[in-house]
């Protein structure tokens, strides 16, 4: 029979040369991810961080470990401004108000756009959190419409098509302007409006014919 040997000990803290080698990989993971996205490979986050690839193996056994690490929380973080904007007695503003703060999170941040429009990483708390974000935005969409302020055949589901639009226009303008993203989502929320009315300031200047050139030099789909 096998013996009770007692409730089993707490898991050691990491000692603080781990700990410090932790926080570098998360911090390149962080710039890594944001510029290239997550087709970005562990060694590449290794080389980042100046360190050999066994002690980022050894930290994250995988990539889908350091997505985790790095994606649960932000992800968390765009629930607590949907959460935020659900307090706003205009629903109007608050369906604006939540897209904009949510685009500009995620406009800097090639990697949190990807998690945000992908299902192929982050498949525990990563995916719980994107759940939990769901009923959240339906009752901005919801609210929205029922007050008349949002165009009543506008669907929950094309909150992501809108975040796939603007992230578009970010990837084709980065090296241009990096945030011309403002001034179409000015547009397109001035589209989305119930009835049509004042049009907003937009908050950016366009670009000029030789930035589009460019842009399109730069551009590699």
């Not at 973080?77 to 904007?85: N, T």
Request: glycine share 6%.
């Amino acid at each position: 029979m096998a013996r009770d040997t007692g409730p089993a000990a707490p898991a050691r803290p990491l000692r603080r040369d781990a700990e410090l080698n932790r926080r570098r990989i998360l911090a390149a993971a962080r710039e890594v991810f944001g510029l290239r996205g997550l087709e970005a490979t562990l060694d590449d986050i290794a080389h980042h961080a100046g360190l050999g690839v066994g002690t980022v193996y050894r930290r994250f056994p995988s990539k889908e470990h350091l997505v985790e690490a790095m994606f649960a929380e932000r992800m968390e973080e765009i629930g607590r401004l949907a959460e935020d904007a659900l307090k706003t007695e205009d629903a109007w503003q608050a369906f604006v108000d939540f897209t904009w703060k949510a685009v500009e999170l995620h406009s800097s941040d090639r990697g949190l756009r990807e998690i945000m429009l992908s299902n192929k990483f982050g498949h525990e708390h990563v995916a719980e959190e994107k759940a939990r974000l769901v009923p959240l935005v339906t009752q901005l969409v919801e609210r929205a419409k029922a007050q008349g302020g949002l165009r009543a055949d506008f669907a929950p589901t094309d909150i992501p098509l809108l975040h796939m639009m603007v992230g578009s226009v970010v990837e084709f303008t980065c090296a241009v302007d990096p945030d011309l993203w403002r001034r179409c989502l000015a547009m397109l929320l001035d589209g989305l409006r119930a009835e049509p009315g004042k049009a907003s300031e937009l908050p950016h200047r366009p670009l000029e014919v030789a930035e589009v050139e460019e842009a399109m030099s730069c551009w590699q789909p």
